[in-house]
């Protein structure tokens, strides 16, 4: 059972441009999490999902930033007209019972 | 608000030792808690994981308590080794009505361990 995946690794975007980021959770997992670890800060929570629902997104930025969990695919996580504040590295967990699984990561860099 | 502490937020041994790294937190109606290693660079290793009912959990040298009441829990390393080093995150959900919780992790800093040979 492959563990969670996140592509792409890593991420550079220009001032201004929009950034993609994808996670499939590990099969069979129905609840996704993507949390942000800032430079020099813990793990924060932004957005939790299940298949087509935002359950809780009180960790979202209220601008420019988006999540969704279609039925067929992977979650995606958009942030639009990125800032160098954005340069973070954006984690993905899913689970279906207690336990969350994390992704490597995907490092994103606004130049 | 929950608010996750982690005490110390740096801690290098020698190798061999046993240690012992602290979490707090300050609001004690916890659905669990998690303990992850984070490799630099690297995603997050869960290690153990805690429900609200159970005092510890134990795997191989690791063995971790909590102590619900006063908000704390802790991870003791036996005979830690090079290959240990590493940030140590504690993380928590919380407690919601109907025996669920609310899903999402609340983190605390880190401690950033080093094993030297």
């Known amino acids: 059972n492959a563990g969670v995946m996140q592509n792409p690794r890593h991420l550079v975007r220009r001032r201004g441009q929009e950034a993609r980021l994808r996670c499939s959770p590990m099969k069979g997992h129905s609840h996704v999490y993507w949390y942000r670890q800032l430079p020099e800060e813990g793990l924060k929570f932004m957005v939790y999902?299940?298949?087509?629902?935002?359950?809780?997104e009180s960790g979202m930025p209220k601008e420019r930033f988006s999540a969704e969990f279609p039925k067929e695919g992977p979650s995606i996580l958009r942030i639009q007209q990125v800032v160098r504040g954005d340069s973070a590295a954006y984690f993905c967990?899913?689970?279906?019972?207690?336990?969350?699984?994390f992704g490597p990561g995907t490092r994103l860099t606004v130049t | 608000k929950q608010e996750v502490t982690q005490i110390p937020a740096a801690l290098s041994v020698p190798e061999g030792e046993n240690l012992v790294l602290n979490c707090s937190f300050t609001d004690s109606a916890i659905y669990n808690l998690q303990w992850f290693r984070q490799d630099p660079g690297k995603g997050l290793t869960s290690l153990l994981l805690i429900q609200s009912s159970q005092r510890e959990q134990t795997s191989g040298r690791l063995n971790a308590s909590l102590d619900k009441s006063s908000g704390r829990s802790t991870l003791y390393i036996a005979a830690s080794q090079p290959g240990d080093s590493a940030t140590y995150l504690c993380a928590v959900t919380r407690y919601r009505a109907g025996g669920t919780s609310y899903g999402k992790l609340t983190f605390g800093q880190g401690t950033i361990l080093t094993v030297h040979p």
């Open positions: 999902l299940q298949k087509e629902n935002i359950i809780d």
């Open positions: 967990a899913s689970s279906v019972g207690r336990k969350q699984y």
